[in-house]
């Protein structure tokens, strides 16, 4: 249906019959190296087709009341913004041929978009704004290096109100995966309460999602449990930092 190319990464659309064992009619957004960005189920568009979004938009409507406000790093086809307010809900997006394609293709009719690096974008913020800070963001590399340092997350706790939640969405393999611990210890050098919740679908040493909740205590810890989701406790990992 579209193909575009940054140089760098190649962004697909197409539709299809299945996915990940749902069957119907399916459009999806796929980054070049066959990492699913978002999707649509084109005969109920209204449903949220991953789980990770389900279940992140499940968590802020029951934590939150509707006035809570949003920051989100990394777009993808608008499915998690799309499900609040358009002047709840402040989206960052590096590229802009993703924003153009999830209007085309994916509905998402909102104008709370701006395009830049979302690390930039937040720090430009008020301090003490947000509910929630939610990072969902990914190149060919994986979840980009200054959006996962102890730098980073000290700031995005900087714009979060007195009991907001850093909300990340990573990926790997939950045994020996260094990526992952790293980024569990390094939130835990600035949030007080720090939890990961891994995807139950696939295979043992599969690569799949980790969403990481991060806030002073209790607000991570006063959630029990997301559908889908298994709470996990991963290796000490080192400390990711900004790169002198």
Not at 6 to 25: D, M, W
Not at 165 to 171: E, G, V
Request: glycine content about 10%; hydrophobic content about 40%; aromatic content about 8%.
């Amino acid at each position: 249906m579209a193909r575009k190319s940054n140089g760098s990464q190649e962004i697909v659309v197409y539709e299809a019959h299945e996915l990940f064992g749902q069957t119907g009619r399916f459009r999806v957004l796929q980054f070049g190296d066959n990492a699913v960005q978002g999707a649509i189920d084109l005969r109920d568009p209204d449903r949220i087709v991953l789980e990770y979004p389900r279940e992140i938009v499940r968590l802020i409507r029951e934590r939150t009341p509707e006035t809570g406000r949003i920051f989100m790093i990394g777009h993808g086809i608008g499915t998690i913004a799309g499900q609040f307010r358009e002047d709840q809900c402040l989206v960052a997006e590096v590229n802009a041929e993703i924003v153009e394609l999830s209007r085309s293709y994916f509905q998402y009719g909102w104008n709370n978009v701006e395009i830049g690096d979302g690390r930039a974008l937040l720090e430009q913020q008020a301090d003490g704004s947000f509910d929630y800070v939610i990072l969902d963001a990914f190149t060919r590399e994986g979840t980009p290096h200054h959006l996962t340092t102890e730098e980073f997350f000290a700031l995005a706790r900087q714009k979060l109100k007195a009991g907001g939640m850093l909300i990340m969405n990573a990926a790997g393999k939950l045994q020996r995966d260094p990526v992952l611990s790293a980024i569990h210890t390094t939130m835990e050098q600035v949030f007080a309460s720090v939890r990961a919740f891994a995807l139950t679908e696939g295979e043992r040493d599969a690569e799949r999602n980790v969403l990481f909740l991060g806030s002073e205590t209790p607000a991570a810890a006063d959630v029990n449990g997301l559908e889908g989701f298994m709470q996990v406790k991963l290796e000490q990992g080192y400390i990711l930092r900004d790169r002198v």
